[in-house]
């Protein structure tokens, strides 16, 4: 058996450099070995394949039943509320880019007369919306 040190001391040592490499990655992503859009383009394949694996393999929900609701519900409230405000100030353009061709949409739909309340017709005001929805998205993914 080849000597290793104790599981204590990895993961010790582990948080004591990685907590340490902040301007690593800042470094790394600003300048990266190779074009990160041409790689992951190129890994497409190799993305579909792991992912179709996964699937027979039922990864997903194994994953799910080794973790467990305690603790995604620990890690998330640990992570999460801090870093909540920031992130949803950080995505604010990204927001508007992306529902803004959905609100568009919206705006323009023609939709039929609202019913009394309880009315079957209205029904058919919520389905003309969701389609135009739906194909919105559809024509944006080129699906």
Do not use: C
């Not at 990204?94 to 609100?103: A, C, H, N």
């Not at 568009?104 to 389609?131: W, Y």
């Amino acid at each position: 058996m080849p000597p290793i040190k104790s599981l204590d001391r990895i993961s010790k040592k582990w948080i004591e450099k990685a907590s340490q490499a902040q301007g690593e990655y800042t470094e790394g992503i600003q300048n990266p070995k190779t074009d990160w859009m041409r790689a992951t383009a190129a890994a497409e394949t190799n993305y579909e394949q792991g992912v179709q694996k996964a699937i027979q393999n039922k990864r997903f929900g194994k994953g799910v039943a080794k973790s467990g609701s305690q603790k995604w519900q620990a890690n998330s409230l640990a992570k999460g509320p801090s870093r909540w405000a920031e992130g949803i100030a950080l995505s604010a353009d990204e927001y508007q880019k992306g529902f803004s061709p959905f609100r568009d949409v919206i705006e323009k739909i023609v939709l039929p007369p609202r019913g009394p309340k309880g009315d079957p017709k209205n029904l058919q005001r919520v389905i003309i919306l969701a389609k135009a929805l739906h194909d919105a998205k559809l024509a944006r993914t080129g699906s």
